[in-house]
T-cell receptor, first 111, second 116 residues
């Protein structure tokens, strides 16, 4: 089946540093999504990408839909303590049906 | 917009009892709802996909007689954990798709189930 390889699995960074994480697959997708989950909460949608090559920002977050449609990355600039959480990538191949999720990147930001 | 609620947020029950969890899309009609299970520090495990008015599609390895899913309307889906046992203790999260953002899943806040 379709799988997403998300890396890194975890990151420990200093406040103020930039963060980069990515998802890759051997399959082609039409939609890439990035979510953040805080402890005890459900994931919250951060950015949705619909076109190959698309680069979208949401505040300090920037995500890109890879040109091959098989990958995506998420960057966080100037990290702050409230950025801590688990970041999930997700992708869909068609307009209908379930999304495939990565295993998540756990981010820890040290003040 | 795109708010999904879950109720209850936390439930503790005795082994052998059944527990019902509700998932509601508050400001859009959800053509599809999904139920996930998540273990501590682990990824989201899709349990089933449900479309309004039809039977849920369960993922491989998920017992449909144990995890009953009903999607009675475009804004409500329920998950019933029947004859719960301690190994069913987990964080259960629903998500919904529909409306103008039909390609985006919006998640509920989750339900922490503890079976004693």
């Amino acid at each position: 089946g379709q799988q997403l390889n998300q890396s890194p699995q975890s990151m420990f960074i200093q406040e103020g540093e930039d963060v980069s994480m990515n998802c890759t697959s051997s399959s082609i997708f039409n939609t890439w999504l990035w979510y953040k989950q805080e402890p005890g909460e459900g994931p919250v949608l951060l950015i949705a990408l619909y076109k190959a090559g698309e680069l979208t920002s949401n505040g300090r977050l920037t995500a890109q839909f890879g040109i091959t449609r098989k990958d995506s990355f998420l960057n966080i600039s100037a990290s702050i303590p409230s950025d801590v959480g688990i970041y999930f990538c997700a992708a869909k191949g068609t307009n209908a049906g379930k999304s495939t999720f990565g295993d998540g990147t756990t981010l820890t930001v040290k003040p | 917009g795109a708010v999904v609620s879950q109720h209850p947020s936390r439930v503790i029950c005795k082994s052998g009892t059944s527990v019902k969890i509700e998932c509601r899309s508050l400001d859009f009609q959800a053509t599809t709802m999904f139920w996930y299970r998540q273990f501590p520090k682990k990824s989201l495990m899709l349990m089933a996909t449900s479309n309004e008015g039809s039977k849920a599609t369960y993922e491989q390895g998920v017992e449909k007689d144990k995890f009953l899913i009903n999607h009675a309307s475009l804004t409500l889906s329920t998950l019933t954990v029947t004859s719960a046992h301690p190994e069913d203790s987990s964080f259960y999260i629903c998500s919904a798709e529909g409306g103008v953002s039909y390609n985006e899943q919006f998640f509920g806040p989750g339900t922490r189930l503890t079976v004693l």
